[in-house]
């Protein structure tokens, strides 16, 4: 089949550039990684993947470490440890 569209898609530099590295040791390029998603979509009809809606809990704990709300640091596993009595 020939190939005569083009899909222009805006991503995050960090994103593309790690996609990339792992396409690359899969054997793919980006385009053909972005045809396979592609391809196997419309082979079932949907996402060849499981989309979840996370549980109210695990959602606020997502959206207070993306708001970097009531998170605590520390230099290296042992102080952590140390800390919270271990």
């Known amino acids: 089949m020939a190939k005569a569209e083009f899909i222009r898609v805006r991503v995050c530099e960090t994103l593309k550039a790690n996609t990339e590295v792992l396409f690359s040791r899969l054997g793919l390029s980006?385009?053909?990684?972005?045809?396979?998603?592609?391809?196997?979509c419309e082979l079932r009809q949907g996402l060849p993947f499981e989309i979840r809606i996370p549980y109210e809990k695990t959602q606020k704990a997502l959206d207070d470490v993306h708001e970097e709300i009531d998170m605590t640091s520390y230099a290296n596993s042992e102080e952590m440890i140390k800390e919270l009595g271990g």
């Open 30 to 40: 980006m385009t053909e990684a972005i045809t396979l998603f592609l391809t196997q």
